[in-house]
Nanobody, 127 residues
Framework: QVQLVESGGGLVQAGDSLSLSCVASGRAFSSYYIGWFRQTPGKEREFVAAISRIGRSTVYADSVKGRFTISRDNAKNTVFLQMTSLKPEDTAVYYC????????????????????WGQGTQVTVSS
């Protein structure tokens, strides 16, 4: 089992950058693939980015490709989401999630493929 804690959210202006962190506790962090999702009130949770167990593979939503970068440091049990050129439509609660099953690149986008979720961190981008 793994516990996830997100941090780094805040209020920024459009065009600014922000870096989120997801720190995991528990054993064998490198056995989990990690995804970032976001959610706004009244909408379904939306896939943002994901990274494979050792960081060799990354997947991004089209809406963030070229602006967001996901990375991980398995020695520190941490996954990062570097966000640049932020837009008001990026405003949401951002969640990190971990999964340990066999998975293909396409399935990283599917929330039900993840077993553990953090509590979320709010990102607000003002225009």
């Amino acid at each position: 089992q793994v516990q996830l804690v997100e941090s780094g959210g805040g209020l920024v202006q459009a065009g600014d950058s922000l870096s989120l962190s997801c720190v995991a506790s528990g054993r064998a962090f490198s056995s989990y693939y990690i995804g970032w999702f976001r959610q706004t009130p009244g909408k379904e949770r939306e896939f943002v980015a994901a990274i494979s167990r050792i960081g060799r593979s990354t997947v991004y939503a089209d809406s963030v490709k070229g602006r967001f970068t996901i990375s991980r440091d398995n020695a520190k049990n941490t996954v990062f989401l570097q966000m640049t050129s932020l837009k008001p439509e990026d405003t949401a609660v951002y969640y990190c999630a971990a999964g340990s099953r066999l998975i293909s690149d396409n399935n990283y986008r599917v929330p039900t493929k993840y077993d553990y979720w953090g509590q979320g961190t709010q990102v607000t981008v003002s225009s």
